[in-house]
């Protein structure tokens, strides 16, 4: 089992829709990163967080660190929102990724 | 403009060759990293360093060397010991361990 998962691994939405993407992790952490990929292959960091809640526009960020569990949620979605997003987590020393969930938004 | 820079975007190497990856920052971080990504897997650590003249093994380093003698610049060797290395290879640096890290753009390198 991967210490960190991520649920779904696809997923297919019509533009303006409301998004979430899951994150749930095994291990003890002290942050929790939310990383966008795009086609080409660049990486963004979107947000760091260790509690509650972080929004940048239209993402929305939050983390249960009881239940170990994270969502990121994309209101009013659009096509170039379009790409694979990473959940990631500090564990100790290291950030361990998940295998990320791959978006695809349609006008 | 700040941010971090790879090369090539693509590379190609025949079996039994050494190549080398190039990754430069001018955001003046401390901490520089390279990691592996595989269809289907999450990235995986190679290396990282935290300071000039200075770097630690990551999770999969066999057949993988670094350097680090610049604050801007780290680059990555894909030896021939390393079994697999068709792979993208991201670099990323952070101003220090355990903050935000910025991202490359990637060397996409495939063996021949």
């Known amino acids: 089992k991967n210490e960190v998962e991520q649920s779904p691994q696809n997923l297919t939405a019509q533009e303006g829709e409301f998004i979430t993407i899951n994150c749930s992790y095994s291990v003890g952490i002290s942050a929790l990163h939310w990383l966008q990929q795009h086609p080409g292959g660049g990486i963004v960091s979107l947000f760091m967080l260790s509690s509650g809640k972080k929004k940048h526009g239209r993402l929305i960020a939050t983390i249960n660190i009881q239940e170990k569990h994270s969502s990121l949620h994309i209101t009013a979605s659009h096509p170039r929102d379009s790409a694979v997003y990473i959940c990631a987590v500090w564990d100790t020393d290291k950030l361990i990724f998940g295998t990320g969930t791959r978006l695809q938004v349609f006008p | 403009d700040g941010g971090i820079t790879q090369s090539p975007k693509y590379l190609f190497r025949k079996e039994g060759q050494n190549v080398t990856l190039s990754c430069e920052q001018n955001?003046?971080?401390?901490?520089m990293y390279w990691y592996r990504q595989d269809p289907g897997q999450g990235l995986r650590l190679i290396y990282y360093?935290?300071?000039?003249?200075?770097?630690q093994k990551g999770d999969i380093a066999e057949g993988y060397s670094v350097s680090r003698e610049k604050k801007e610049s780290f680059p990555l060797t894909v030896t021939s010991a390393q079994k697999n290395p068709t792979a993208f290879y991201l670099c990323a640096s952070s101003i220090n361990r355990g903050e935000t890290q910025y991202f490359g753009p990637g060397t996409r390198l495939l063996v021949l």
């Open positions: 955001l003046n971080h401390d901490a």
């Open positions: 360093s935290q300071i000039v003249n200075d770097f």
